[in-house]
């Protein structure tokens, strides 16, 4: 999968790369199968704050992110080798959650393809219960809610 980073916006607001459908995403259907978005989420995610620095604050928090739950709207299908640009951001941070957003768009001509929200719950890596969300790790990005 041949991917390239298109924009991480000033203050991390949004993130979004571009990648082409590649052959193992199809399904019996001939077209993206629904579960590749859920996949293609989580690392969205996992790129956005990778490019901000949080992994390594993370590490230092002793925490990492797990998925409490994901919701995706699929609206049109993708298909075989077609250029998809994934958008991503952070909704909001509660104590120890956080809501992130995304929108999946044919970069051929702007259709949007699926949108979905995550939400994520920072966990202590030795104790395995949920844990506050350090402000070191909220000023990384500022908070969009559309």
């Given amino acids: ?19 082409d459908v590649p052959p193992e995403a199809i399904d019996e259907n001939d077209h993206v199968n629904n579960v590749e978005y859920v996949r293609w989420m989580q690392e969205a995610a996992v790129r956005h704050f990778d490019s901000v620095g949080g992994i390594a604050l993370m590490e ?21 080798g077609e250029r998809i640009r994934v958008r991503t951001w952070v909704k909001d941070f509660r104590r120890v959650m956080s809501t992130r957003t995304y929108e999946f768009v044919r ?14 719950v920072l966990v202590d ?4 219960r ?17």
């Fill in 1 to 19: 999968m041949h991917m390239i980073v298109a924009s991480s916006s000033a203050m991390h607001a949004a993130y979004e790369y571009e990648f």
């Fill in 60 to 80: 230092q928090a002793g925490a990492t992110w797990v998925v409490r739950s994901h919701h995706v709207e699929y609206l049109r299908p993708a298909l075989r």
């Fill in 107 to 120: 970069a051929g001509d702007d259709t949007m393809l699926a949108k979905g929200e995550t939400e994520w």
């Fill in 125 to 128: 890596v030795k104790s395995g």
């Fill in 130 to 146: 949920p844990k506050s969300i350090p402000p070191e790790l909220q000023a990384l990005f500022s908070v969009t809610k559309t």
